[in-house]
């Protein structure tokens, strides 16, 4: 998955808005306030990676699956994993990652948050 076509499916997600608030080169996705994604740029030592919310003992199972999903980079690496998007994790895996970490982040909001966007889904 290229980090375009990332970027897009996350935009699809009801009420998502992005941002660079770390500055170019990394991209902030929210969902009321709260983020879900941060996608880093390619680097020259390194391929674009994507940073997600995630249940402790599925981030474990997914590091232990795919090399290229590793402990979260710069957040508590407990919850979040990185995921490096160098083609070697499905793209339709990695889409599924991004709408755990949106549901991740959607469980705790508040409940009328939750509802309406939980109905915008579907």
Not at 57 to 84: C, E, F, M, S
Not at 108 to 119: I, Q, S
């Amino acid at each position: 998955m290229t980090p375009e076509e990332l970027a897009d499916f996350a935009l699809e997600l009801p009420e998502t808005t992005d941002g660079e608030p770390f500055g170019p080169g990394a991209t902030v996705f929210k969902v009321a306030g709260k983020v879900f994604a941060i996608l880093q740029d390619a680097a020259a030592d390194r391929a674009p990676q994507v940073t997600l919310k995630c249940d402790p003992d599925l981030a474990l199972h997914l590091r232990g699956q795919y090399p290229a999903v590793i402990p979260g980079y710069h957040v508590n690496k407990r919850h979040w994993n990185t995921v490096v998007l160098d083609s070697s994790v499905p793209d339709e895996e990695v889409r599924e990652m991004v709408d755990h970490s949106y549901d991740r982040v959607l469980a705790g909001l508040p409940k009328a948050v939750r509802e309406r966007l939980t109905a915008q889904r579907g």
